[in-house]
Every structure is written in C-alpha cells, then in structure tokens.
C-alpha cells in the first residue's frame, strides 16, 4: 500500500509539468546566437560592448550577456547586463527580463519587456509608468549578418533615441 501511494503521488506531480518549449526554428534568435562586438552611441556617448547569446535550459530560452569594454573608477565593467529571452508558446510573443549593474532591483516588472517578430525585427516594449516607456527594437541585417539595435525613451507618447549600435560578429 505504501508504495502503491508513493507510485501515485509521484506520478500526479509528474502529470502536472509541462516540458520545457523550444523557440521556434525560424524565431530569429537563432541568428543572434554567438559572440559580437557592439559599436555605436549610448547616451550619446560613443562606446565599445562585447555581447554573449547562448541558448540555455534545452533552447527554452536565450541568455544575453553584455559587458563594455569601457570601466568603472573600481575597474570593473562600466555597463553589464544579463537577458533572459523566452516565447510564450500560446501566444507567440516574446518577453525578456533585463537585469544590469545600472540598478539592483527584486526583479521590478519595469525590467520585463514584451514583443513579437515583425519581419527581421523584434521590437519590445518595457512599461515604466503609466506615461513612461522604454522600446528596445532589434533589427537583422540578412545581407551583412549584424544586427542595429534601436533603444528610445518614451515619455506621454514622445519617442527619444537614446542609443542606436550596430552587432556585427566577433
């Protein structure tokens, strides 16, 4: 009896997990996937980042990992930022969790972004306040294989650039 209830408990806490959903074979991440050096302006400060993707957990998701080559007073990296980016398997859109040195926070919901593929672009919109926004629009170059990457502040509907950088491969 005893094992019978054992058999039971782990097969009914078995039933409930879902597997793991693999982006989709034609999600442009995989074309962001390997080593890159960003160039461009930021903060209109002109400046020099290495960018990491790597699929993790089974291609679930895509980890991005930025470092500036530029440094802080303590010698460590001036900007460094790990991104998680996943695909709700029911609704096809894309979602990521940013988490840089440029603020700790207990994963504030302003951190996640939302967005779908549109052609050879994946715009995502972060929501900091009712009025406040922040779109962040990666867009694939077929012909060179590099990547522009647009971010703007949004503020009452008034868009600023506040960083335009190119990916290109290491």
């Not at 926004?133 to 294989?145: I, K, P």
Request: hydrophobic share 40%; charged share 20%; aromatic share 12%.
């Amino acid at each position: 009896m005893h094992k019978t209830l054992i058999w039971l408990c782990a097969l009914l806490l078995s039933a409930h997990r879902l597997p793991a959903q693999a982006l989709p074979a034609d999600s442009l991440f995989d074309r962001l996937i390997g080593h890159w050096v960003l160039r461009g302006t930021i903060a209109r400060q002109q400046t020099t980042h290495d960018v990491t993707f790597d699929w993790m957990l089974g291609r679930a998701y895509v980890q991005m990992h930025e470092v500036s080559r530029e440094r802080g007073a303590n010698g460590s990296p001036a900007y460094e930022a790990i991104v998680l980016f996943g695909r709700d398997p029911r609704t096809g859109e894309y979602g990521c969790l940013w988490l840089d040195n440029t603020g700790a926070t207990a994963f504030d919901p302003a951190g996640t972004g939302r967005g779908s593929v549109t052609g050879d672009s994946v715009p995502f919109l972060f929501h900091y306040t009712a009025t406040d926004r922040f779109h962040t629009t990666f867009v694939y170059n077929r012909a060179s294989d590099s990547w522009q990457w647009h971010m703007d502040n949004d503020s009452s509907g008034v868009r600023r650039p506040f960083a335009r950088v190119t990916l290109t491969r290491r």
